[in-house]
């Protein structure tokens, strides 16, 4: 699929009756993606955002994915505004066929949830939301025939996560690969509900008390514990980072698990909550050796180090909830010299 340049992005959307002929236009690239082309659009009847999928990925490693992983995006977000109305960007055009969507642009109010916890902002009713959110998402999804025919890509998700994530991980660290390997395996058989599968900080816009969900191109039928385990290998990654920050972020912790729980409703197991906490370890390690490392911790800092060996002696013990973790984090954390 073809990425359009600014002055053909500008005759395409005057053509699709998104710009007016006559109307002036400022197209912006916006800042912050590694996996599409983002541009703001500034009209004088509104401002909205356009998104296209790239090829290969702005990441140090070779990595490249199938571009059509935009057409999922499009479809998680209509369903996503059927199912809980204001829980994403109103969708505003939809082309399947150049792999390219417009949405509402959300102003100066919003921002991402991870530059509010960067900055120190630890807000209990944020993380509530979020939990909610995903909750009546994975709820709402559960068992549904129509989307799992219609997210039947576990290749994709192979691409954009099992391989470079866990696989590369395992390749890296070879004497843990077996665990990367077996989890590698389960999550490609596991067919329960549409996950997001990047719920993380940065793909929360907030306001400050609700939340807007973003970034939705590695949507999947597949697991719900893969978005669990995401959200909170971030909290546990900022704890680190921001050690004086370890017991907020706790709480922003229990917070989400707590109301993701209850959304749930019936569909939540020890099963569910086991297999979260095992990714969980999985995605730390490869939050530093994966494809995608965090872009905050040099590769050999004491940090980094520090979430390797955590990571590897999680897999090792494997406490089966997220109370256990939370403990063995404290200890292991009080424990870590600075």
């Not at 698990?257 to 490869?286: I, K, N, P, Q």
């Amino acid at each position: 699929m073809q990425i359009l340049t600014p002055p053909e992005l500008l005759a395409y959307l005057q053509r699709h009756g998104l710009i007016a002929g006559a109307e002036e236009a400022e197209i912006h690239f916006l800042d912050g993606g590694v996996s599409s082309e983002i541009r703001v659009v500034k009209t004088p009847r509104g401002t909205f955002v356009v998104k296209q999928a790239l090829e290969k990925l702005r990441v140090r490693d070779d990595w490249r994915c199938d571009p059509r992983r935009n057409l999922y995006e499009q479809e998680f977000l209509a369903f996503a505004q059927a199912a809980l109305p204001g829980s994403v960007p109103r969708l505003l055009h939809r082309d399947p066929e150049m792999g390219l969507f417009a949405m509402e642009y959300l102003d100066g109010r919003w921002s991402a949830w991870k530059a509010r916890l960067w900055s120190g902002q630890v807000s209990v009713e944020v993380a509530t939301q979020a939990g909610a959110s995903l909750g009546v998402l994975h709820r709402t999804a559960w068992g549904h025939p129509d989307l799992r025919e219609k997210f039947d890509n576990t290749p994709l998700f192979h691409e954009l996560r099992i391989a470079p994530y866990l696989l590369t991980t395992a390749e890296r660290h070879p004497a843990l690969a077996p665990h990367f390997e077996e989890a590698a395996g389960q999550l490609a058989q596991c067919r329960l509900t549409l996950v997001h599968g990047d719920y993380s900080p940065k793909n929360l816009l907030t306001d400050g008390e609700a939340v807007k969900i973003i970034d939705a191109e590695v949507a999947w039928y597949g697991d719900p514990a893969f978005d669990l385990a995401f959200l909170m290998t971030h909290l546990l990654l900022k704890a680190v980072r921001f050690p004086e920050r370890a017991d907020g972020l706790e709480s922003l912790r229990r917070a989400f698990l707590d109301a993701y729980r209850s959304a749930l409703g019936v569909h939540w197991s020890e099963e569910l909550e086991s297999r979260a906490v095992r990714l969980t370890f999985l995605l730390l390690m490869a939050r530093i050796s994966g494809k995608s490392p965090v872009e905050y911790f040099r590769p050999e800092s004491p940090e980094a180090r520090f979430v390797l060996q955590f990571g590897a002696s999680g897999i090792a013990s494997r406490p089966g909830t997220f109370s256990e973790l939370s403990e063995h984090f404290r200890t292991a954390h009080e424990n870590h010299p600075r």
